[in-house]
């Protein structure tokens, strides 16, 4: 009677982890993964990677692995940084190193520390721009690059005035 409890137990866990982890999978988008990251619990900072063609993603807590998220991406996505006067800049892919030395593409990373202050970048994927550049707010989505760059443009001016 005890082991039949004790696998019952044990299967509930694990079924509620598994919804768990597949809700996480379905919720988080691009629009709201910055978000997302800052919610989580770290003391330094937390890191998005997506590796090679980008189909699942890590979730980097202070360095350590915590959990991946499974079809956020694919190959198509493209990052770039914007610079007022050279314009949108395509961020060339890095290789990443894993713990068995491993040589791996870089398909896709974003970094957030515990200040709020993240990498910036605009991020196109299926016929949208997401900014992930603003500070304060969360990200904006463009229809286009072109409106994206029009949006910082019109943002320095005032700045500048």
Do not use: P, W
Not at 114 to 143: I, R
């Amino acid at each position: 009677m005890i082991v039949i409890v004790i696998m019952g137990v044990i299967y509930t866990l694990s079924v509620t982890s598994f919804n768990q982890q597949k809700e996480i999978n379905d919720s988080v988008t691009l629009k709201n993964l910055k978000t997302f990251l800052t919610d989580l619990e770290y003391e330094k900072s937390v890191r998005l990677l997506c590796l090679d063609e980008c189909e699942s993603c890590d979730i980097f807590i202070d360095g350590e692995k915590d959990s991946t998220l499974e079809g956020l991406l694919d190959s198509s996505v493209k990052v770039y940084r914007y610079d007022y006067y050279l314009g949108l800049q395509e961020i060339m892919k890095d290789v990443y190193f894993n713990k068995e030395n491993r040589q791996e593409n870089v398909c896709f990373s974003y970094k957030i520390d515990k200040k709020g202050v993240g990498d910036q970048v605009l991020v196109e994927y299926k016929e949208k721009v997401y900014d992930f550049s603003t500070y304060l707010s969360g990200t904006q989505v463009y229809n286009s690059t072109e409106d994206a760059v029009d949006a910082k443009a019109k943002l320095i001016e005032e700045v500048a005035r």
